[in-house]
């Protein structure tokens, strides 16, 4: 009498379940390596235990599934590269324009002040601007009153409060924006001229100088 070998399916198949589970398997290996337990089950299966159906079909929907998300990603991760060059290409176009972004460091040279400006998110029913020096003393602040929301020029004259010109260097200012009394979280810009493009896992960044960068997509003007 002939003897047939049991193969038990639910232990066949875990190796195949835990590989789906933990993704150390790529779609490739496991459509091998379910194939040939697949080959072994139907060769050695015990006429009177036959396979699962509900089982088989289930697995061979998992591995499907596999091999779709990993193709549809690695498609997705070769659309954002093109779309990342792209917009790197497109954003060259920059270099040599004025831009103004986020920051809160300018100069003064010969007597000038440096542009920046703020961004109100909601409309203030007051706004002040404290203008530091490289020491961080306060040597201006201007009330810019009530502001509605968006971007605005902030006008200093390169005096202090005394009304004294201040002398050339480097200077910093605080932008502080409140409506009834809570703070709008205003955004101080500063303008810079775009040396250069570059780009990291953030996305295209432009470089104003003063090792000063921003993000693209914080551009608020471009002059």
């Not at 040939?36 to 089982?55: I, R, S």
């Not at 009394?181 to 775009?194: D, E, N």
Request: hydrophobic share 40%; aromatic share 4%.
């Amino acid at each position: 009498m002939t003897t047939t070998s049991s193969v038990n399916n639910n232990s066949s198949t875990t190796n195949v379940n835990a590989a789906l589970q933990s993704g150390s398997a790529s779609a490739a290996d496991l459509q091998s390596n379910f194939l040939k337990m697949l080959v072994t089950q139907m060769n050695n299966q015990d006429p009177l235990n036959p396979m699962d159906n509900a089982q088989l079909t289930s697995q061979l929907a998992q591995i499907s599934t596999v091999s779709s998300m990993q193709t549809m990603n690695s498609t997705l991760n070769q659309l954002l590269s093109q779309v990342s060059a792209s917009r790197a290409m497109d954003s060259a176009a920059l270099i040599g324009h004025t831009v103004m972004v986020p920051g809160s460091q300018f100069s003064v040279k010969d007597g000038v002040a440096g542009q920046f400006g703020v961004d109100l998110p909601s409309t203030a029913d007051a706004v002040t601007v404290n203008v530091l020096d490289a020491n961080g003393n306060v040597v201006r602040t201007i009330d810019m009153k009530g502001q509605t929301a968006g971007v605005h020029d902030i006008a200093w004259d390169g005096k202090n409060d005394a009304g004294v010109a201040v002398a050339d260097g480097d200077y910093t200012f605080k932008v502080s924006a409140t409506a009834n009394g809570t703070s709008v979280q205003p955004v101080a810009l500063v303008y810079g001229k775009v040396n250069s493009i570059s780009g990291d896992s953030t996305g295209v960044l432009v470089d104003v100088g003063n090792g000063q960068q921003a993000n693209v997509d914080d551009v608020r003007r471009i002059l």
